[in-house]
């Protein structure tokens, strides 16, 4: 098997590998706009790709790598938006995420409960919530994604942890 | 909470495609594979890759030391031609590499400003010093002499403006800095001035003299703003509102008293292991002034006159240099002598430099002494050269 087809296998395995990963961390840092976090995830792996393969640049560790373009992604896109909107403003604009492969998402008292609360974190809370307990990625990753050092991340998610606590005791 | 972060695990592991779509997306991956193939650039371009990027990092982060380290190893270990290149005089072929490769190298490894300064003042040192080499092995004419001058300027120049730019965030060290190299450059005048060996050299001697009077003039000045300033110094030195700066100056003053007192001990017993004679005698005489200097500035602490003090500091460092600069002057020649030239061409030309700078009673001691040696039959080659060899240092060291 020629290199060039042993990296074509390699990244097609990440993709099995790491495309839940990706999906989830889009749909849930774009308030659950699942059809735009599709596309995303799709473009977070054309991107890599483009990358690694066509201009040569050398990637150490390819799930950091995907969560940090996917993150970029997030936030030119927020920025083009000019205003993040929130779950429940997709709701109202008619968007529901439910029923996709029998899912829903969301849908129960807790849920809808733990939706407000997440929505009132500050997006840095949010995200480092998001990516240790929806995703579970361990600090280290967490770390290694957000180019932060282990214990920044380890005080991180113990404030957010913290502020999510008093948040849920109101 | 407990319960809120249960959910949270459990909407995130509900959260992910579904099977129609994770297939379609990675149709669709293939097919933008298909168009954007691997580049075919060999096997190496992954391995070359690491390997730079891990270069560039030792710059880029922290691991400055590191990559000064592999710089270091790299020059003398593996450099054979950067270690040939040290020895080589203007002309050689690798001069070229002693300068643009060698001492840039070096230059660019010096960390903080202090060092790249000394390092300048090095590198001015050693074209001076390339001057008496060439014309000790017999090589040297008009137009290297003009190169090597030049060059001394464009290093003398640029140790100057180091200085000055120092001299905005900390005017003290550009102080001691200015009085260092004016040292340094007073003992070459001194030794390029009374040395008539040298007299093809001398014309050197106006562009030292030219940078040695910028510092002297820089230092005067400074020195009459402290003497404007000096009744100030005793009328307030007890000034309640300056009472916390007053003590910082005066820690900081005593520790550079004590930094020189030690450096002078060091020296001394230099001078006392390296030089004999009356050129002991002479660069003693500077060191006692230099002592006498530092009396002077441990009393202007105590007094609280800090700005005179710091002159009287900056006198005894310039006076320490300038004995320092003389053993290098003569270690540097006496190693050039020995290993280069012919002992009795040395002994007739050397001696009658000596002639004109002595006292008649010197010369005649030691005129008398070099008969006694020669009259006696065992007197070895060797010891014919050493003499010549302290007859040299005699003629250098005369401030």
Not at chain 1, 93 to 107: A, L, N
Not at chain 2, 106 to 116: F, G, L, Y
Not at chain 2, 244 to 271: C, F, G, H, P
Request: charged share 30%; aromatic share 6%; proline share 1%.
């Amino acid at each position: 098997m020629s290199l060039a087809s042993r990296i074509e296998k390699k990244f097609l395995v990440s993709y099995d590998k790491y495309a839940d990963s990706i999906f989830r961390h889009c749909f849930y840092r774009l308030n659950g706009d699942r059809e735009l976090a599709k596309e995303m995830t799709q473009e977070v792996f054309t991107k890599t790709w483009h990358y690694t393969a066509t201009e040569g640049k050398n990637v150490h560790y390819i799930k950091a790598f995907l969560y940090r373009t996917a993150n970029n992604m997030i936030i030119d896109h927020v920025r083009s938006k000019k205003e993040q909107q929130s779950l429940e403003d997709l709701q109202e604009s008619g968007f529901e995420p439910v029923d996709y492969g029998g899912i829903r998402i969301f849908d129960t008292v807790d849920a809808g409960l733990l939706k407000d609360i997440m929505n009132k974190l500050s997006d840095q809370d949010r995200e480092i919530i998001i990516m240790r307990y929806a995703e579970g990625l361990k600090p280290r990753e967490i770390a290694n994604i957000l180019e932060l050092s282990t214990n920044v991340v380890s005080v991180r998610i113990n404030r957010a942890k913290k502020r999510l606590k008093k948040l849920v005791n109101v | 909470m407990k319960k809120a972060i249960k959910q949270l695990r459990q909407n995130g592991k509900e959260v992910k495609l579904t099977k129609l779509e994770h297939d379609n997306f990675k149709i669709l991956l293939k097919q933008v594979i298909k168009e954007q193939p691997v580049r075919k650039m060999g096997i190496g371009r992954h391995i070359i890759q690491s390997v730079a990027t891990t270069f560039y990092s030792l710059f880029l982060t922290k691991n400055y030391m590191f990559a000064k380290i592999i710089i270091m190893i790299t020059l003398f270990a593996g450099g054979g031609t950067a270690v040939a290149a040290e020895k080589a005089l203007p002309g050689d072929v690798l001069y070229p590499v002693k300068l643009r490769v060698n001492e840039q190298v070096r230059s660019a490894i010096s960390i903080n400003s202090e060092s790249k300064v000394q390092w300048d003042i090095r590198r001015a040192e050693r074209r001076l010093e390339e001057l008496v080499q060439l014309k000790i092995k017999g090589i040297l004419n008009s137009d290297v002499q003009a190169t090597v001058e030049e060059k001394f300027e464009i290093n003398a120049k640029r140790a100057e403006e180091r200085i000055s730019n120092i001299e905005k965030k900390d005017p003290e060290k550009a102080n001691r800095l200015r009085a260092e190299f004016e040292a340094r450059l007073k003992a070459q005048e001194n030794f390029f001035d009374s040395t008539d060996y040298l007299i093809e050299v001398k014309s050197i001697l106006p562009v030292l003299r030219s940078r040695i009077n910028v510092l002297e003039k820089i230092r005067v000045d400074h020195k009459d703003d402290v003497d404007e300033n000096f009744i100030e110094d005793f009328k307030n030195p007890d000034d309640s509102s300056n009472n916390t700066d007053n003590s910082n100056i005066s820690i900081r003053l005593t520790a550079r008293y004590d930094e020189l007192s030690s450096e002078m001990r060091s020296v001394q017993m230099k001078v006392e292991e390296k030089s004999d004679g009356s050129v002991k005698v002479r660069l003693m005489a500077h060191l006692e002034t230099a002592i006498g200097e530092l009396s002077e500035a441990k009393a202007s602490i105590r007094s609280g006159a800090y700005a005179r003090a710091e002159v009287s500091l900056n006198n005894a460092h310039r006076l320490i240099e300038q004995v320092k600069a003389a053993l290098r002057i003569m270690v540097n020649v006496n190693s050039s002598i020995e290993g280069t030239f012919d002992a009795d061409f040395l002994k007739t030309d050397a001696s009658l430099n000596l002639d004109s700078e002595k006292s008649d009673d010197e010369t005649n001691a030691e005129i008398t002494n070099e008969n006694n040696l020669r009259k006696e039959d065992n007197v070895s080659k060797r010891d014919t050269k050493k003499l010549n060899v302290d007859v040299v240092e005699d003629t250098i060291i005369s401030f």
